[in-house]
C-alpha cells in the first residue's frame, strides 16, 4: 500500500509563518504554449507509478500520451517487491522509462534485504535510484523500530551499489532527519520526493545536500506552505514530478493523475516564481539529469 491521494505531507508542521510578504507577487497564470508543450523540449516526471490498477484498462495509450505530449523521460517508481518488478518491466519495455527498486514505509514488514540485493544486482542500467523509501508515521506509528531498520537497510545498500535515494517521509521529518545526519557527508544524491515540509526543514535538507521534487500538491489553493519552500529554493535544489495516478494538480483535481501533468506542476512554479515555464524546465531538468545520471 502506497500513498492514497493524501497530501504526503504534515499539514500541521508548518514550521514558519505564511505572510504575503514572503510570496512573489501574484501573477495571471502562465498559459503561454500550452498547447505547444511539444516544442518545449525536455521535461521529464521523475516520480510516477504506471504499474498502478489504475492504468490497467489503458496504460499503453496513457503511455503514448504522455510522450505525446512532449515528455522526454519517465521514472517509475517502486513501492514493494512486486511494484518494483512492475516497474522494471515497464522500464525494460520503453525506451523512454527508467526505474527504481525499493520498499515503502507501508510495506516494511514485507521487506527482504536479500531480494532487494538480488533485484539490484541483476538490473539493468535502466534502474536509477532505490526508493521510494523512507518513513511515514501517519500512516503507522507502531512499527517505528522496524520502518527505521528497513530504511537504514535500504539507504545501506543504495550506497553499496551507489543510486541516488528517492526518500517518502509523512509525519517524521525529526527522525528522517537524524537518520540522514548519520549518514552525512551523504555518499549519494538524495531527493525528498512530494516535498511538503517547512522552508525551515527544507534549508536543513540544503545543508545536507538533499535535493527535493514538488508535485500536484504545490499547485493546491491551501498549500501555501509548499509554495512558500517552491517560492524560496535556490534553483539548483528541486525538480519536479507527478506522483501519477495520486496527486492530481489543479486544473485536474480529482480526475486520475498522469505523468503528462508535470507541464501543469512546473508552469505553476514557474509562476509562483516569477521566471518563464521554459526557463524553469531547462534547468529543474538539468537538476534531475544530473541526479538521477541519465
Ligand atoms: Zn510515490
Same mark, same amino acid.
Given at each position: 500500500?502506497?500513498?492514497?491521494?493524501?497530501?504526503?505531507?504534515?499539514?500541521?508542521? %508548518?514550521?514558519?509563518?505564511?505572510?504575503?510578504?514572503?510570496l512573489p507577487p501574484k501573477r495571471e497564470v502562465c498559459t503561454r504554449g500550452a498547447n505547444d508543450n511539444k516544442r518545449r523540449a525536455n521535461l521529464l516526471d521523475s516520480h510516477c507509478h504506471l504499474y498502478n490498477s489504475?492504468?490497467?484498462?489503458?496504460?499503453?495509450?496513457?503511455?503514448?500520451?504522455?510522450?505525446?505530449?512532449?515528455?522526454?523521460?519517465?521514472?517509475?517508481?517502486? =513501492?514493494?517487491?512486486?511494484?518494483?518488478?512492475?516497474?522494471?518491466?515497464?522500464?525494460?519495455?520503453?525506451?523512454?522509462?527508467?526505474? %527504481?527498486?525499493?520498499?515503502?514505509?507501508?510495506?516494511?514488514?514485507?521487506?527482504?534485504?536479500?531480494?532487494?540485493?538480488?533485484?539490484?544486482?541483476?538490473?539493468?542500467?535502466?534502474?536509477?535510484?532505490?526508493?521510494? +523509501?523512507?518513513?511515514?508515521?501517519?500512516?503507522?506509528?507502531?512499527?517505528?523500530?522496524?520502518?527505521?531498520?528497513?530504511?537504514?537497510?535500504?539507504?545501506?545498500? =543504495?550506497?553499496? @551499489?551507489?543510486?541516488?535515494?528517492?526518500?517518502?517521509?509523512?509525519?517524521?521529518?525529526?527522525?528522517?532527519?537524524?537518520?540522514?545526519?548519520?549518514?552525512?557527508?551523504?555518499?549519494?544524491? +538524495?531527493?525528498?520526493?512530494?516535498?511538503?515540509?517547512?522552508?525551515? @526543514?527544507?534549508?536543513?535538507?540544503?545543508?545536507?545536500?538533499?535535493?527535493?521534487?514538488? %508535485?500536484?500538491?504545490?499547485?493546491?489553493?491551501n498549500a501555501k506552505n509548499i509554495q512558500e519552500v517552491a517560492s524560496n529554493l535556490p534553483l539548483d535544489s528541486f525538480f519536479f514530478e507527478t506522483d501519477s495516478p495520486y496527486?492530481?494538480?489543479?486544473?485536474?483535481?480529482?480526475?486520475?493523475?498522469?505523468?503528462?501533468?508535470?507541464?501543469?506542476?512546473?508552469?505553476?512554479?514557474?509562476?509562483?516564481?516569477?521566471?518563464? =515555464?521554459?526557463?524553469?524546465?531547462?534547468?529543474?531538468?538539468?537538476?534531475?539529469?544530473?541526479?538521477?545520471?541519465?
Amino acid at each position: 500500500m502506497i500513498i492514497k491521494g493524501e497530501q504526503n505531507g504534515d499539514p500541521t508542521r %508548518t514550521g514558519f509563518a505564511v505572510g504575503k510578504a514572503n510570496l512573489p507577487p501574484k501573477r495571471e497564470v502562465c498559459t503561454r504554449g500550452a498547447n505547444d508543450n511539444k516544442r518545449r523540449a525536455n521535461l521529464l516526471d521523475s516520480h510516477c507509478h504506471l504499474y498502478n490498477s489504475q492504468y490497467d484498462t489503458d496504460r499503453e495509450e496513457v503511455i503514448s500520451d504522455i510522450f505525446a505530449s512532449g515528455i522526454e523521460k519517465v521514472i517509475c517508481v517502486g =513501492a514493494d517487491i512486486e511494484s518494483s518488478k512492475s516497474a522494471r518491466d515497464l522500464a525494460e519495455s520503453h525506451d523512454s522509462i527508467y526505474y %527504481t527498486i525499493g520498499v515503502h514505509p507501508d510495506d516494511c514488514d514485507s521487506y527482504d534485504e536479500n531480494v532487494i540485493e538480488n533485484m539490484i544486482r541483476e538490473s539493468s542500467n535502466k534502474l536509477v535510484a532505490i526508493g521510494e +523509501i523512507g518513513l511515514d508515521y501517519f500512516h503507522n506509528k507502531d512499527n517505528k523500530s522496524k520502518q527505521i531498520e528497513v530504511f537504514i537497510s535500504q539507504i545501506n545498500l =543504495a550506497i553499496k @551499489y551507489k543510486l541516488p535515494i528517492v526518500i517518502h517521509c509523512r509525519e517524521a521529518y525529526g527522525d528522517t532527519l537524524d537518520i540522514l545526519k548519520r549518514f552525512a557527508p551523504l555518499a549519494v544524491p +538524495i531527493v525528498f520526493h512530494c516535498y511538503s515540509g517547512s522552508l525551515e @526543514y527544507s534549508r536543513e535538507l540544503l545543508r545536507l545536500g538533499i535535493k527535493m521534487s514538488f %508535485t500536484g500538491n504545490v499547485t493546491f489553493k491551501n498549500a501555501k506552505n509548499i509554495q512558500e519552500v517552491a517560492s524560496n529554493l535556490p534553483l539548483d535544489s528541486f525538480f519536479f514530478e507527478t506522483d501519477s495516478p495520486y496527486m492530481s494538480p489543479v486544473p485536474h483535481r480529482g480526475e486520475r493523475n498522469t505523468p503528462k501533468y508535470v507541464w501543469d506542476v512546473a508552469r505553476f512554479v514557474a509562476d509562483l516564481r516569477g521566471i518563464s =515555464a521554459d526557463e524553469l524546465i531547462k534547468i529543474t531538468d538539468e537538476n534531475a539529469k544530473h541526479f538521477f545520471k541519465f
